[in-house]
């Protein structure tokens, strides 16, 4: 696409607009959890770590582990499962192709939603753990107890975009949206933040805008104590919103426009980027 040549000038400028080493964007990604729980009134310990990604869907990966159980913590019994959005999915399996099927998933389905069920809903287990909106289940071949796991998600893979102002303080980006943005620093200037971004539309790769890209800037404003005070978002091309980038027209003193048609409701609209200031104006 167009506009990413464009930003991509920007972002190698960046550099004159922040000599010192801060503020610089971060990404820091966890690929594993360790939980506390319970099965029925038994207390349990786990561990999980991101295996592979689905065929299918970003949003869908599967996982390795173990659990023990309270009265013998260091017995480890090996588990796997899937994560999906919020919803997990984790089993004890003794035959190892059935694990190795689903840490590789090696039975491929048409869509994301029929792989989903199929690695959801998987026979032949000694275990099986379920988290989920309707439910929180333990199951065995001939029982069955309630489950619960104390942690804030069941998220195992994470990642999150910050803002270092300095060694010691920083900015969530995911406050701007929940994301991976692909944020950029392009400059800043009193107690304003100009960041590009870049992402895919849509980790449903074989649906609607599975190829497409966000691109665009963001200004930030942080008052004295590093809180948020107000934010503009200018989305400069968009599968999703079916906006298109037309042209751009380079101003003085390192300002850029950016024309733009959203085809959803015909508008075509202008933003102007200042890069000194660190400001988006839309006109």
């Not at 998220?155 to 406050?175: R, V």
């Not at 943005?181 to 599975?210: A, K, P, T, V």
């Not at 107000?230 to 950016?258: P, V």
């Not at 024309?259 to 015909?266: A, I, L, P, V």
């Amino acid at each position: 696409m167009r506009i990413l040549l464009f930003l991509a000038i920007f972002f190698s400028q960046s550099d004159f607009f922040a000599q010192e080493n801060y503020p610089t964007v971060v990404s820091i990604t966890t690929t594993d959890k360790l939980m506390n729980g319970l099965i029925g009134e038994t207390s349990i310990r786990m561990y999980l770590s991101f295996h592979a990604y689905s065929n299918q869907n970003g949003h869908v990966y599967s996982l390795s582990g173990w659990y023990a159980k309270g009265e013998t913590p260091n017995d480890k019994i090996e588990i796997c499962g899937l994560s999906h959005g919020e919803n997990l999915t984790l089993y004890r399996f003794d035959d190892d192709n059935r694990t190795k099927e689903l840490l590789n998933f090696e039975t491929e389905k048409g869509t994301y939603f029929e792989e989903v069920e199929y690695y959801e809903n998987l026979k032949g287990f000694k275990e099986k753990f379920t988290f989920n909106d309707q439910s929180k289940v333990w199951e065995s071949y001939d029982r069955s107890e309630s489950l619960e796991l104390y942690s804030e998600n069941y998220h195992i893979l994470e990642e999150k975009e910050y803002l270092m102002l300095d060694e010691k303080h920083s900015f969530c980006l995911q406050n701007l949206g929940p994301r991976v943005w692909g944020f950029h620093l392009i400059s800043h200037h009193e107690g304003r933040y100009l960041l590009g971004f870049d992402y895919g539309s849509n980790l449903n790769y074989n649906g609607r805008c599975g190829a497409g890209e966000e691109t665009g800037y963001v200004e930030i404003t942080l008052d004295a104590n590093r809180r948020l005070l107000n934010h503009e978002i200018a989305t400069l091309e968009s599968c999703l919103m079916n906006i298109e980038f037309d042209s751009r027209k380079e101003l003085e003193d390192g300002k850029m426009e950016y024309h733009c048609t959203n085809w959803s409701t015909d508008e075509k609209y202008v933003y102007e980027v200042d890069r000194q200031k660190a400001t988006l104006i839309k006109k």
